[in-house]
């Protein structure tokens, strides 16, 4: 427990000069970030912005979240229901046919009341969408993926693959023998005592400012 919490001192001390960069770099200040998992509230957390998306500390199985992303507006209408605590201890809530799995919340009722609030900020004009090859995701998704209506989205991959346009590769990213997880959470950090994370290898600021994927300052 104490090297638990002298990691977490050590990590967010380190992380002070990365969120300082990205904030002084982020030009684009109204974007509305959809993301299969808890990625897309860690950057704008480190941004110091206010959530304009509902998927926000959750996460949404690759299938699930391409069906979810094709209909957007429809989904985004949708009253959430509740309907089991799985055994990873998550709520899981059902929108329209759609499973979300609840994190870092306290109970359904205060997931779902944050999910419409954050809902109504969506910007469809500013839309990027972020999701990775984990969660069941089958090349067939990351297909499907690539070839959805929207100009700004990403998938990071296990491996580059340049038949499709969307897919980036991390370096290290991809994980050993997990078919059902292909590649670890980006939200992951790189080491025990380092305040970055795999995502901090990626430029997300310049994707969101201008749409291009590139490595970030910090791979090197």
């Known amino acids: ?32 970030l959809i993301t299969s998992n ?42 959430l229901s509740f309907i089991e605590v799985n055994q990873d201890g998550h709520f899981v809530a059902l929108c329209g046919d759609i499973k ?13 009341k944050k999910w ?5 900020r969506v910007d469809f004009d500013q839309l990027y969408l972020m999701m990775s090859e984990r969660d069941g995701c089958r090349y067939e998704d990351i ?5 959805l209506p929207y100009k700004n989205k990403v998938i990071f991959t296990s491996k580059k693959m340049p038949e ?5 590769y991390i370096p290290g990213i991809e994980t050993k023998n997990n078919q059902k997880h292909k590649v670890k959470s980006v939200t992951t950090y790189l080491n025990s005592f380092t305040g970055k994370r795999y995502i901090d290898l990626f430029d997300f ?10 490595l970030s300052k910090y791979e090197k």
């Open 143 to 147: 297909v499907k993926f690539d070839t």
């Open 38 to 79: 808890c990625v897309g509230g860690l950057i704008s957390h480190d941004l110091g912005l206010q959530f304009r998306s509902p998927t926000i500390n959750m996460y949404i199985e690759a299938a699930d979240f391409i069906q979810f992303c094709s209909h957007l507006e429809r989904y985004l209408k949708e009253d």
């Open 116 to 120: 419409s609030e954050r809902a109504k």
């Open 164 to 168: 499709i346009q969307s897919a980036f």
């Open 205 to 214: 600021v310049e994707f969101l400012n201008t749409g291009r994927k590139q």
């Open 100 to 112: 979300i799995y609840i994190v870092h919340y306290n109970s359904f009722e205060e997931f779902a």
């Open 1 to 32: 427990m104490f090297i638990q919490k002298i990691k977490k001192i050590i990590r967010v001390f380190l992380r002070k000069s990365l969120v300082k960069d990205y904030r002084q770099r982020i030009q684009n200040k109204e974007f509305t």
